[in-house]
């Protein structure tokens, strides 16, 4: 929802919250953990120089976690946008003692399993219908480098050489591995590395708006589509990039373009997959079908590593020769693990089950009745409001619009840490991504405390 509202909140001018404080906030003295890791680690996506120590995490159950001083927290966002369940589930935890105590682990070139064969049967049978074989891998990134790979070699192994760019979305995020870099968003994160990444084309991303402006540069680009290899996108909402969200009507529009001009499409599937818009998987909402899909995050509802790029049989059988360099050369050390089959055939015996669908139209029902709840005044601090199944997003307004690098986001993180609640914001867009599991009071309670973040924001306090 929109607000039209010209007013501007200079966040960088009135919360004030110094670095030292936020370390300080989270350092516990008695904690052994905190001060070795210190010691030991490099983070992810952290800068060490100024970060707070690290909160030390010795158990979980359901929506929470808890630290080694015995302080609860709701996982807001579900560890990185990939537990479906809760934490230490008992059914997934049963199934994958089950598999450890069979098999725990076997290459999987020349070799297979009953897991990843159920698996892969089982995906195949939610997935659209186009889609026949299975490509297993070990992450998000990788779910997309295969699914590169696939696009690519699929043109060359029948001679098409000059298929060799790839139209994406601006502003998307697709891993951090070179070729998820190199479709993704030229930024601050890629910088260093942008000059060792191969050209990709952008389309404006078709927000409200914007659609005829996405449209019209695709039909451009049909003109040059004996040089295009692939489309890559992510399906109605761009996850890292500010949870922007756009509509099925306009995506559907592209990917016809693309398929009547022989391009390949790709869904990245890694956040949207597995219930999160409210359909088991977001190109649901669509009717023409992508060519190869990419999922990995709540595949194993968010216990261990493992990723998935799903084909069509044309694209499978591209690489089908007696020349063994047609062979799609790409694996890893735990291609298709055991383990994590089991936990992933464990969160989908969950995920299909009638309670679950039921608890993700419940959050989608609490998001849209906070939304209506917000006043005027709560309403003055939001840019926009967006709202898809069970994601629900607060772009805040700033002088400087949308910025992943706006230090609203370690304010208000740090905000919603010390009262319990692990957010963790991008840039200005605060956004919600919880296990499905989460209750009604919980949500409620970090609601309240949205509220409080907007009224200390509107009204120019220090957090």
């Not at 708006?209 to 680009?221: I, S, T, V």
């Not at 023409?288 to 194993?300: A, V, Y």
């Not at 939304?371 to 607060?394: F, W």
Request: hydrophobic share 40%.
């Amino acid at each position: 929802m929109p607000n039209n509202s010209e007013k501007h909140f200079e966040i960088d001018s009135h919360l004030e919250y110094p670095v030292e404080n936020i370390r300080e906030s989270v350092f516990n003295p008695q904690s052994k953990i905190q001060n070795r890791d210190a010691e030991v680690i490099w983070h992810p996506f952290t800068q060490q120089h100024t970060a707070p120590f690290a909160i030390p995490v010795v158990r979980g159950e359901g929506a929470y976690f808890y630290d080694d001083s015995g302080k609860r927290y709701i996982d807001a966002i579900a560890s990185w946008w990939v537990n479906l369940h809760g934490h230490s589930h008992p059914y997934i935890a049963q199934k994958v003692m089950e598999q450890f105590g069979q098999l725990e682990h076997v290459i999987f070139a020349g070799f297979t399993h009953e897991p990843a064969v159920r698996l892969a049967e089982r995906l195949l049978g939610i997935l659209p219908e186009n889609h026949k074989k299975i490509f297993y891998s070990d992450n998000g990134s990788t779910s997309v480098e295969v699914a590169l790979k696939m696009a690519f070699q699929f043109w060359h192994n029948q001679g098409f050489t000059r298929k060799i760019k790839v139209i994406a979305l601006e502003n998307g995020y697709h891993g951090d591995t070179f070729g998820t870099m190199a479709v993704g968003a030229k930024s601050g994160f890629t910088a260093p590395f942008d000059p060792f990444l191969f050209d990709v084309i952008y389309l404006p991303v078709p927000v409200k708006g914007q659609e005829e402006a996405a449209l019209k540069k695709m039909e451009e680009l049909m003109a040059d589509s004996e040089e295009i290899a692939a489309f890559i996108f992510e399906p109605l909402i761009q996850g890292a990039g500010g949870m922007v969200m756009y509509e099925p009507e306009i995506l559907e529009k592209l990917l016809r373009l693309a398929k009547n001009h022989h391009i390949l499409t790709i869904a990245d599937e890694v956040m949207t997959g597995f219930g999160r818009t409210g359909k088991m998987f977001a190109t649901d909402y669509l009717t023409e079908k992508p060519d190869i899909i990419c999922l990995s995050k709540g595949l194993t509802g968010g216990t261990m590593a493992l990723g998935v790029t799903s084909c069509t049989q044309l694209i499978y059988e591209a690489f089908l020769s007696d020349d063994r360099r047609k062979t799609l050369f790409h694996s890893h050390s735990f291609t298709a693990n055991p383990l994590a089959c089991a936990a992933a055939l464990a969160s989908l015996d969950l995920t299909e089950k009638p309670e679950t669908r039921e608890k993700i139209s419940r959050i989608n029902a609490w998001h849209q009745e906070f939304e209506s709840s917000l006043t005027d005044t709560e309403n003055e601090a939001i840019a926009e409001i967006r709202i898809k199944g069970t994601i629900l997003v607060i772009e805040l307004r700033t002088e400087e619009g949308t910025s992943y690098f706006s230090n609203i986001r370690d304010i208000a993180y740090h905000f919603f840490l010390e009262r319990g609640i692990l957010m963790r914001p991008l840039g200005n867009v605060i956004y919600l991504l919880t296990p499905y599991c989460i209750s009604e009071e919980d949500m409620r309670f970090i609601y309240g405390k949205i509220k409080e973040f907007l009224a200390l924001f509107t009204s120019g306090k220090d957090v």
